[in-house]
């Protein structure tokens, strides 16, 4: 049977199988504030003026959707590319961090605390702690610290302090790890601003809809252009999953959009070195949400690899787990040297550099299958900068 | 004719003999007999060493530890602190995994009869090697209860209950300063065992960092609650004073890191365990 809505969790945050809080008790007050609370904050118009207004004048809302026709000439198809890249902070992650540090006001925290793997949601997060005025504590791997460096530096400068997380891989997962054990130990000041659309219950659903202004956006810039609402296609690339979810949001009831979510495939599904949850991984539970998950046979997590910091996680959100399931989302996964090819190929053919992450999904533009009358939108979820160091280390897989 | 019918009363009789003595487990006998405070000690399963999981349970309950924890390692243990973290990575490395456990468990009760053992560790490896084949298993080997912190209230109450019961296992349950009266009586309601109350904000292993007489007014808080379960008092319990402090408000504390810390790097696990019980109840 097929669901009437693939938006909107179940009261206990279920989608399907998958989602649910599976989080200890020193967590629950926390996490029940927030759930019951996060409706009616988001619903409440004064909220959203404030919202809606940060959004336009300090991330630079709305971002343009740019019809990319070298690339399009080239795979002969209609391309359009959401430009994400142009949010202030160079990504999407800030539409979030807006979102919820309005949020946290309202519910009276005083102290954030948040994770970051490429660090975009780092500095996103700095970077409305230092708008506020609030203090501002980001985890992250040891190892993303060293390979995303400008932005470590840049989140310094906004004033946040960084905290390396040495445990595990010393990436995503274990920065998750270390922002949870955080707020297990402040549980009544701080709030926990997550980055994707992961986490127990509400987090899925309110990064989701923080983020859906993307797909709302989208839909009324293809009216204008392509005088349809709704394209083809819809690409973007999944680690977590916030950009995707925000992408895919307002045509997941519409049958007729093909959404297509790309995971970073590392080496390759069966080198032992990919991050390909929806591949690889078979439902567990991952910071307090039950979806696919990379594990062994006795369910330990195991160690994903991808050469994108933003892509590096064992888990995707409960809400992709679904669209997996459900045969909603299409998922193909993309290797390390094909994501850097990609990374070339939007550079030199529309002057644009992508986030390594971003590269994936336009990998993926080959795989598609679409015609020459079909519009594809691919989430431009963020630019390159950050990665120029990786770009130059592989300089030969990208020329 | 008489005969056989005598035997099937006496099979009546002795079925429902044992079925009170499984339903009074070993657990509910510990606080039943009490005569003194109860110490309650947390280990990591295969640490330091993957086979040292039953010499330094036999030491721990010789030397007087009244309840035991043995700890299933998971590679991403939320709630526990450096020490934990570190002793789970250990034991992981050495091989550690819930079949190993219950192979290392399977003549326990032949040494142990009566000291209450329970499993603390996480839903996934639990949810992965089967609900029912963990709670068959860990009944089998005369294991008593089980502490899993993620396991969400409802999802117990929901899909949990009723094969923790047919196995006679007892689930215990965290209780914080946070959490709500009104929660704390719905977990008094759903435990036949003991509370655990968490002393303090923080993951295990933990300085108190709270001021003077916050701490004692959360316990009195709860002791004046006048719950039907026993509290045991863990995370940040480390030693003699700490062990003594706690026992004011409640049957007895749980030492977790403090112990591990006290394995660390030694040769003779047992013996240092049984050192370590030593030191706090001496």
């Known amino acids: 049977m097929t669901p009437t809505t693939y938006k909107e969790p179940t009261a206990r945050g279920y989608y399907g199988q998958f989602g649910g809080a599976f989080i200890p008790e020193m967590l629950y007050p926390n996490v029940e ?11 409440d118009p004064e909220f959203q003026r404030e919202y809606q207004q940060l959004l336009r ?29 142009l949010c202030h902070t160079g990504a999407h992650k800030v539409n979030n961090t807006v979102g919820q540090i309005l949020l946290a006001q ?33 985890y992250m791997g040891s190892v993303d610290m060293e390979r995303q460096r400008p932005n470590v530096e840049r989140m310094r400068l906004l004033g946040a302090e960084v905290r390396p997380a040495t445990s595990g891989s010393q990436t995503l997962k274990d920065a998750t790890n270390e922002a949870i054990r955080d707020w297990i130990s402040n549980p ?82 069966t080198s032992g070195h990919s991050a390909a949850t929806s591949v690889l991984g078979k439902p567990g539970i991952i910071h307090g949400s039950r979806t696919l998950l990379m594990q062994d046979e006795d369910g330990q997590i195991t160690e994903p690899y991808s050469l994108s910091a933003g892509l590096d996680y064992p888990g995707i959100g409960p809400l992709h787990a679904y669209l997996a399931a459900e045969g909603r989302a299409r998922f193909i996964s993309i290797e390390d040297e094909t994501a850097l090819r990609a990374v070339a190929e939007c550079s030199r053919l529309e002057g644009i550099i992508p986030a390594l992450e971003t590269a994936h999904a336009l990998a993926a533009l080959g795989e598609l299958g679409a015609g020459p009358n079909d519009v594809v939108v691919i989430n431009l979820s963020g630019r390159g900068d950050k990665d120029l160091e990786t770009y130059m280390k592989y300089a030969d897989s990208i020329k | 004719m008489r005969k056989p019918r005598n035997l099937r009363a006496l099979g009546v009789t002795l079925r429902a003999y044992c079925g009170n003595l499984i339903m009074n487990n070993r657990i509910q006998q510990a606080f039943q007999k009490q005569d003194k405070k109860l110490l309650n000690v947390y280990f990591t399963a295969g640490y330091p060493r993957l086979h040292d999981t039953v010499p330094v349970l036999k030491a721990l309950t010789a030397a007087g530890a009244d ?15 450096p020490v934990i973290q570190q002793s789970s990575t250990v034991a992981l490395q050495n091989g550690m995994n819930m079949r190993v456990l219950f192979t290392q468990l399977k003549d326990i009760r032949n040494e142990v009869p009566e000291t209450p ?10 949810m992965q090697f089967g609900v029912e084949n963990f709670c068959r298993e860990a009944a089998a080997a005369g294991v008593d209860g089980v502490i899993l912190p993620d396991l969400p209230l409802d999802d117990y109450v929901d899909e949990y209950q009723e094969i923790f019961r047919r196995y006679n296992l007892k689930p215990v349950f ?40 916050v701490q004692d007014a959360y316990f ?63």
């Open chain 2, 117 to 126: 053992i329970l499993l603390m560790g996480y839903l996934n490896p639990v």
């Open chain 1, 106 to 138: 309202r519910l009276g925290k005083t102290r954030i605390i948040a994770e970051t793997g490429a660090g975009q949601h780092g500095v996103a997060t700095a970077t409305v702690c230092a708008l506020m005025g609030m203090e501002c504590i980001v």
């Open chain 2, 67 to 81: 309840l035991i924890e043995i700890g299933m390692p998971f590679s991403d243990p939320l709630a526990d602190g």
């Open chain 1, 188 to 269: 009544v000041d701080t709030h926990y601003i997550i980055g994707s659309v992961v986490g127990p219950h509400p987090y899925p659903d309110l990064v989701a809809r923080l983020q859906s202004i993307i797909s709302e956006e989208m839909r009324k810039q293809l009216l204008e252009k392509t005088g349809s609402e709704l394209p083809q296609y819809v690409v973007a690339c999944v680690g977590g999953g916030s950009n995707a979810a925000g992408a895919f949001y307002h045509f997941l009831d519409e049958p007729s959009v093909q959404l297509i979510a790309v995971e970073a495939a590392g080496h390759g599904i």
């Open chain 1, 57 to 85: 004048d300090f991330v630079g809302r709305p971002t343009p959707l740019f019809e990319a026709k070298r690339l399009s000439k080239k795979y002969n198809t209609r391309i359009f590319l959401k430009r994400e890249d």
């Open chain 2, 174 to 213: 965290l209780i914080t300063p946070q959490t709500a009266p009104a929660r704390i009586r719905r977990i008094d309601e759903l435990t036949d065992s003991f509370l655990y109350l968490v002393s303090g904000p923080g993951t295990t292993g933990g300085a108190n960092t709270q001021a003077e007489g």
């Open chain 1, 33 to 43: 504030e927030l759930r019951d609370n996060y409706l009616t904050i988001l619903a």
């Open chain 2, 220 to 282: 009195q808080r709860i002791e004046d609650m006048q719950l039907r379960n026993p509290r045991l008092i863990g995370f940040g319990i480390a030693d003699k004073a700490s062990f003594q402090h706690a026992c004011q408000y409640a049957e007895g504390a749980i030492i977790g890191s403090a112990l591990i810390k006290a394995l660390d790097g030694v040769d003779d696990a047992p013996a240092a365990a049984s050192r370590f019980v030593s030191s706090v109840l001496n």
